[in-house]
């Protein structure tokens, strides 16, 4: 069974940075296309990086300039690097296939505020 863990959010001030990681057991996330996702209160989740195999990646518009989705195979974990963080990025972060085939992780919260 696939097992995802989510860590490294924070509570962070506006303009800060963060470095998310997600690790992948039961599975070898070299073979698969990976993805970052957030969940803020009372809003679906959304899909905001992708990364492929062969390291291009893809973003939505509200983070691209400001996030990079970055993978280490041999770690079999996911990164998403966070710079100048506003307040509309907090949420929860998770990890998982660009159309999700496993199981959700905990998450990780991030809360951009002053």
């Known amino acids: 069974q696939v097992q995802l863990v989510e860590s490294g959010g924070a509570l962070v001030q506006p303009g800060g940075s963060l470095r998310l990681s997600c690790v992948g057991s039961?599975?070898?996330?070299?073979?698969?296309?990976l993805a970052w996702y957030r969940q803020a209160p009372g809003n679906q989740r959304e899909r905001v990086a992708i990364i492929d195999r062969d390291g291009i990646t893809n973003y939505v518009d509200s983070v691209k300039g400001r996030f990079t989705i970055s993978r280490d195979n041999a770690k079999n974990t996911v990164y998403l690097q966070m710079n100048d963080l506003k307040p509309e990025d907090t949420a929860v972060y998770y990890c998982?296939?660009?159309?999700?085939?496993?199981?959700w992780g905990q998450g990780t919260q991030v809360t951009v505020s002053t």
């Open positions: 998982n296939t660009p159309t999700p085939i496993w199981n």
């Open positions: 039961g599975t070898i996330f070299s073979r698969y296309l």
